[in-house]
T-cell receptor
Framework: GAVVSQHPSRVICKSGTSVKIECRSL??????MFWYRQFPKQSLMLMAT?????????EQGVEKDKFLINHASLTLSTLTVTSAHPEDSSFYICSARGHLNTEAFFGQGTRLTVV | GDSVTQMEGPVTLSEEAFLTINCTYT??????LFWYVQYPGEGLQLLLK?????DKGSNKGFEATYRKETTSFHLEKGSVQVSDSAVYFC????????????FGGGTRVLVKP
């Protein structure tokens, strides 16, 4: 299957700082990328959907000014958590889907800890 | 809206036991159905999928059949191994909802030697 690489896998940051998470499709062009958040022992919550070259569409209740999503190319999307707080600590997962794919491929996830 | 309901875990089994994880769904359109597996500290991997009624998805000894009449997609494996210990997510993708994935709550499976 296609490969989606997410970086970093773990990050610890101080309260008030910003953190950027990258999601790359390595062997296909990702026309659509999805960002999820997963709390411990819970399911994935879709945060936003981004199409290459367009503004992201955020799910209800997700602050777009806090979670900045950029999908500037067909192989890269970034999620920036701005002014991070301890309650933002979570596991963030991206997935990507190509133009001809019905299947979305997932990155390995990023464990964010805000101290 | 679309939703997926799966049995709560944890499910604890002995090696070589039979595994069933129930999954039912509601959808406005004609969804594709998926099972994903998540190993500790990792992202999700697609385990199997079915795109239309009566299709059977299978992979690594796991099977699930798309049952439109019961709106179900139960996951089964005849003989589990310790390496099958993971969290399993049932999901659907509905073209009427922009093909976004909707996930069930996940079922943790622990296989003991």
């Amino acid at each position: 299957g296609a490969v989606v690489s997410q970086h970093p896998s773990r990050v610890i940051c101080k309260s008030g700082t910003s953190v950027k998470i990258e999601c790359r499709s390595l062997d296909f062009q990702a026309t659509t990328m999805f960002w999820y958040r997963q709390f411990p022992k819970q399911s994935l919550m879709l945060m936003a959907t981004s199409n290459e070259g367009s503004k992201a569409t955020y799910e209800q209740g997700v602050e777009k000014d806090k979670f900045l999503i950029n999908h500037a190319s067909l192989t890269l999307s970034t999620l920036t958590v701005t002014s991070a707080h301890p309650e933002d600590s979570s596991f963030y997962i991206c997935s990507a889907r190509g133009h001809l794919n019905t299947e979305a491929f997932f990155g390995q996830g990023t464990r964010l800890t805000v101290v | 809206g679309d939703s997926v309901t799966q049995m709560e875990g944890p499910v604890t089994l002995s090696e070589e036991a039979f595994l069933t994880i129930n999954c039912t769904y509601t959808a406005t359109g004609y969804p594709s159905l998926f099972w994903y597996v998540q190993y500790p500290g990792e992202g999700l991997q697609l385990l199997l999928k079915a795109t239309k009624a009566d299709d059977k998805g299978s992979n690594k000894g796991f099977e699930a059949t798309y049952r439109k009449e019961t709106t179900s997609f139960h996951l089964e494996k005849g003989s589990v191994q310790v390496s099958d210990s993971a969290v399993y997510f049932c999901a659907l993708s509905d073209s009427a909802a922009g093909n976004k994935l909707t996930f069930g709550g996940g079922t943790r499976v622990l296989v003991k030697p």
